[in-house]
């Protein structure tokens, strides 16, 4: 479910995080070939906050692949929240 289909999104609500954020998966699209993570991955999260959880965020973050190569509107990496 995406809350953009409720005529919101998640950002323009009051929030706050009840843990640091974890990277699950890196993928190098010049390097890394399909196939390369396994299917399910399993990983520990660690509460730093007391709370009640909604909902989890989860996003992803996009570079251009370092100096020298074009970016985003001005910006080096582009992020994406679902």
């Known amino acids: ?15 706050r995080f009840l843990a ?20 399910e991955m399993e990983h520990l999260v660690t509460c730093s906050e007391a709370g009640t959880a909604h909902c989890v965020v989860l996003f992803w973050e996009a570079s251009q692949g370092g100096p020298g190569t074009p970016s985003w509107e001005g910006a080096d990496t582009l992020m994406m929240s679902t």
């Open 20 to 39: 640091p954020t974890i990277e699950v998966l890196s993928c190098d699209f010049a390097r890394d070939a399909p196939g390369d993570w396994k299917a």
């Open 1 to 15: 479910v995406f809350a953009k289909q409720y005529g919101f999104r998640f950002g323009d609500v009051p929030s």
